[in-house]
């Protein structure tokens, strides 16, 4: 451009300095390469339910494909508020406390920049989903990482989060059952944090959008404990239960105050989740145990079969108890989660994501999506096995 | 139904190792429910789910609905097991509705199948009416679909 500055330096700081994901750069590299097993798959391999596709078809064919109201179809809304009170213990008014979104993505966007001055700092816990710290610098919050540890299964206590938290924190995040590590909380766990929420007087954002996804014992949304759901905004969709990542649908539930923040924005920049997408949505609610009760059996069987896998070929992991990842560490063989990572993907084909993508502290573990058929389950730990044997032996 | 049953229903040639894994159980002990379960007949045997269209066989495949009159002992069973001995009967059941039994017959054209039910199936006593559908095409068998299998259409790396 003549003699101007460089197009570079025009862009926003923030987004300037905010690195790509790490999980782009592998990807870059794995797309290149054929014939490789990805366990780097964020996403349910099972197929959305039939049911729901079909209903999405006559949706189109009725010509359902206009905009919507800025929440979203009421009759969504109260689908959505009965299943919410079901399934997590949390009393919605669908007028004016749930809000459709574009994906838990796009919520959680919506509830950071409802909430945060510039200069607000935001408690979250690493290793954790990728967009977390870029999502809190986009609106201008300063993100303050807490870091769980592999010792009690990547769980959050209270001592983690006291000693990071400033003056300045308004927010808190968490998001169990967690991405990358699989951890969920207990009850008791939860009640915990709670109190410090609430003690701090904190907004709650707690993403659960692997809700429905745990294997020994059944979730616990924070929501549900005494004193919080006024300070709370709970995140969900039907990305991972209900395997409809690209429908792009999820929705926020909160106090009418802080739904109708993230409204305006919501209205000014996104006016309204896909129309179609949130027929699907209505007709996934319709029955939610069958659909994803199978899907939850099936991952519990891939889950039992990679963690004894995994403690077959000495690798160690923490029981995996939710979502759809094995978080096992590979630390011992002297080399980082990157090095290892590629090297067993140029040996042996398999595809991993570095802890690293997920946050500093996540060095020295890889991320084992086990959202892929048993076939591939199969012949991705007969790869690794010997992957791990010859780094054992050399 | 039991896990362990699912698991076999879906794959049969599922290894026993690999289903320990998957039930979190010892080996021995699945072995040891897999053969009781053979011996108490619930599993009655492994077979392959095969797309026969893709084989140029010479093979058709009725479907035979029949009406039957129950015997005074044995209601629909004697005739139903009477029917089902026949090694062209491949699949039988007694239904609900406007007839009795439905019956999947295979022969190796049509005129055999017609001669079966003309000269096997009609005449047997109890038997009181039939009526013979060719099956044409398969799209889906126990539960699993006949045509390709639609690609992976995931990225290869997603958050
Ligand atoms: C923890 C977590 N939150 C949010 C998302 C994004 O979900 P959505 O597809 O609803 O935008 C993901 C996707 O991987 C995730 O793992």
New binding site residues.
Partial sequence: MNGSRSLRDRINLTVRDIPRSGIRDFFDIVSTMKDVISLGI??PDFDTPWHVRESTVFALERGVTHYTSNYGYLELRRALARYVARQFGGEYNPDDEILVT???????DLALRALLNPGDAVLYHEP??V?YRATILFAHGMPLAAETKAENGFRLTRAMLEAKATPKTKVLML?FP??PTGAIMSRQDLEDIAAFARERDLIVIT?E??GELTYDTPHTSIVSLPGMRDRTIF?H????AWAM?GF???YACGPADLIEAMMKIHQYTMLCASSMGQKAAIEALARPEVDVGEMVDEYRRRRNFIASAFTEMGLACHRPLG?FYAFPSVARFGCTAKEFALQLLQEEKVAVVPGTAFGACGEGFVRCAYATSMENLKEAMVRMRRFVGRLQAG | MDELLKILQANATESRENIAKMLNLPLAEVNQRIADYEKRGVIRGYQAVLNEDQLDLDRVTAVIEVKVTPQREGGFNTIAERISRFPEVRSAYLMSGSYDLLLFVEGRNLREVAAFVSERLSPLEGVLSTSTHFMLKTYKRFGVLMHQDTPDERLSI??
Avoid: M, W
């Fill in positions: 964020g996403e574009v994906g838990v993505s796009e919520a959680l954790c989903y967009s998001n967690n991405n993403d959008i692997y995140l969709g039907f990305s991972k990542t792009r649908l999820g979502a | 997603a958050p």
